[in-house]
């Protein structure tokens, strides 16, 4: 049985599920009850809970909570494995992306891969952006990613902001 709760942050609640395995899921939006699941998913969730914190805090760049992949295709799973490698403060394009499991040309796909992304934040799908410096959506509220993506400094200093 998996462990569940909603934790607040500053870009909104997110209710994280864990399993024995590790996080499960981390979506927007709360009012999910929490429920306590396994000893081993306790921890879990307890691990995650903590690394989300300690990263809104900005005392964390990075993460090593166990990650418990739902299924998904195999392309969806190489975008995302891809996605963990780029770094805190950084972006990738949607293309570039797409160039970087193989299969240039399908930025599209890419994009339908960070809408399904089923691990906020810890996968961190905002620092997907489009060409041309243009954010884009993330969540249904572009200010979660300019929120994220400032917190990182990517939009810090840089001059001219890219568009939402």
Known sequence: MSALTTIATPIGPLTLEAT???????????????RSGSPA??????????ELREYFAGQR????VPLDWPAMTSFRRAVLDELVSVPFGEVVTYGELASRVGRPGAARAVGSAMA???LAVVVPCHRVIRSGGVLGN?????RKKVWLLSHEGYLQ??????QA
């Open 20 to 34: 024995d395995s590790g996080v499960r899921s981390i979506t927007f939006g709360g009012g999910r009850r929490g």
């Open 41 to 50: 998913a306790a921890r879990q969730l307890a691990l995650a809970e903590r």
């Open 61 to 64: 760049s990075s993460f090593a």
């Open 116 to 118: 399904a992304n089923p």
């Open 138 to 142: 993330y969540a249904n509220d572009p």
């Open 157 to 162: 200093g840089s001059g001219s902001s890219p």
